[in-house]
């Protein structure tokens, strides 16, 4: 996409929000800190228009983003009423992403698809897409400047917590100079940055550390040692007291073990129903197994529900990986 395209792309994106009085900003499924906090900044720039935005999610929160700044604003989507000139999706690759919210999308004039994923599937009347961006928290950044809204302070959290979230804390390869310019931005508006960091990363539940605990019990590594994967059963989250959300992150474990190229974890969320987690360090692009599946995502991280069992779903995921890494048996 031409720089022209992606402009003219913002425009329209803009011309709505402008137009428009009253928004719905819909969180995706299992919301992380991308989704939540650049819906939240997109949010509450609206109402700084003095604009009405309402707050959907279909899920519970996050125990560890509940720090945020006007996290309360956010309504379950049951208990939504009316009608919007337009429904805003921040992260959203597709429209299942927000799950049972979809309900709401024909009490929309206008569908606005805001996203960073190249996957999107563009299913917006309006559709502003930047692969490119780190997180779709960057895209809001511009959009909210380019809406002449300044960066108070609860903007600027949620949008540092996109930031962080989605780049590990400036460590991954989708980090660039730009996400550090905001991030100075944001920190000038006055974000404290050891602040947030805690908050998100260092105030763990026991539960989330038992269910790591449980996690790295798990763990299994391929003979060739390029591939690493764990399973959390249903019985690991009951016998850790654990919520489904608590294992965010969990696969990053593997991925950090040495040699290893691709990253999986299995989580059985009900009986036949698996959530995998896929991550790759620099070569394989685990958005195309993620696709296979019915999923997405970016190429260093992607994701997708399996209905199977457990065991089944790890092996069907598993077979896609080896052939990925090109070793075909060696693999195994
Ligand atoms: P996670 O493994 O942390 O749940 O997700 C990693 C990334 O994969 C997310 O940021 C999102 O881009 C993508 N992803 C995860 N699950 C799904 C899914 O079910 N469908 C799609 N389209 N993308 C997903
Ligand atoms: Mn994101």
């Excluded at 929160?61 to 309360?72: R, T, V, Y």
């Excluded at 989708?174 to 920190?187: F, G, Q, R, V, W």
């Excluded at 260093?300 to 457990?310: H, K, M, S, V």
């Amino acid at each position: 996409m031409t720089s022209e395209q992606q402009a003219s792309e913002r425009a329209a994106a803009l011309d709505c929000l402008r137009r428009g009085q009253r928004f719905a900003l819909m969180l995706h499924v299992r919301p992380d800190g991308d989704s939540i906090g650049s819906s939240l900044a997109l949010g509450l720039a609206l109402r700084r228009l003095g604009k009405t935005a309402v707050l959907v999610r279909a899920d519970d929160l996050p125990a560890n983003l509940l720090f945020l700044p006007g996290i309360e604003e956010f309504v379950h989507y049951s208990e939504v009423g009316g009608e919007f000139d337009a429904a805003v999706f921040l992260d959203c690759g597709d429209l299942d992403r927000i799950g049972p919210a979809k309900i709401l999308v024909e009490r929309a004039r206008r569908l606005v698809n805001i996203d960073h994923h190249p996957s999107n599937q563009r299913f917006g009347d309006v559709n502003v897409i930047e692969p490119r961006a780190a997180a779709a928290g960057e895209v809001a950044h511009a959009l909210i400047r380019e809406l002449g809204v300044s960066l108070d302070f609860p903007i600027a959290c949620a949008l540092y917590v996109a930031l962080i979230t989605d780049t590990g804390s400036f460590r991954y390869e989708n980090t660039s100079a730009a996400t550090h310019e905001i991030a100075a931005e944001l920190l000038r508006a006055g974000v404290k940055p050891a602040e947030v960091a805690r908050a998100v990363w260092e105030d763990r539940s026991l539960s989330s550390l038992r269910l790591l605990q449980a996690a790295l019990a798990a763990l299994e590594v391929s003979g060739d040692g390029r591939l690493a994967w764990t399973t959390l059963t249903r019985e690991d989250f009951q016998r850790a007291g654990a919520h489904s959300l608590e294992s965010e992150g969990i696969v990053n474990y593997p991925r950090t073990l040495r040699g290893v190229e691709i990253a999986a974890l299995f989580l059985e969320e009900a009986p036949g129903e698996v959530k995998v987690s896929l991550r790759s360090n620099r070569r394989v692009d685990v958005s195309l197994i993620a696709s296979h599946f019915g999923g997405g995502g970016h190429a260093r991280a992607a994701g997708c529900t399996i209905r199977a069992p457990l065991a089944e779903a790890r092996e069907l995921v598993l077979a896609r990986a080896r052939e990925a890494l090109g070793g075909g048996r060696a693999a195994g």
